[in-house]
């Protein structure tokens, strides 16, 4: 019997191989979209974890409704 020969693969390296093909194959706009997803995905994940920093988004986008935008008038 021989020798047994170990392997290593880099996984890391073969993940971006399928991504940059898989990104060649898409037009702009569906590459886009895909990033949104992602990041979507991601922000999805962050605040399941961490369910008051979501409350406190909320929280800030209703407020900021309620404000005047944009510089305060000028005092005579």
């Known amino acids: 019997m021989g020798r047994k020969v170990k392997v290593i693969v880099d996984v890391t390296e073969l993940g971006r191989r399928g991504g940059q093909a898989t990104a060649a194959?898409?037009?702009?706009?569906?590459?886009?979209?895909?990033?949104?997803?992602?990041?979507?995905?991601?922000?999805?994940?962050y605040?399941?974890?961490?369910?008051?920093?979501?409350?406190?988004?909320?929280?800030?986008?209703?407020?900021?409704?309620?404000?005047?935008r944009g510089r305060p008038p000028k005092k005579k």
Not at 25 to 45: G, H, K, L, S, V
Not at 52 to 65: F, M, P, S, T, V
């Open 25 to 45: 194959n898409r037009t702009p706009e569906e590459r886009a979209a895909a990033a949104r997803a992602a990041i979507n995905a991601r922000w999805d994940a």
């Open 47 to 68: 605040y399941a974890a961490h369910p008051e920093k979501l409350k406190a988004k909320l929280e800030r986008e209703a407020k900021k409704g309620t404000r005047p």
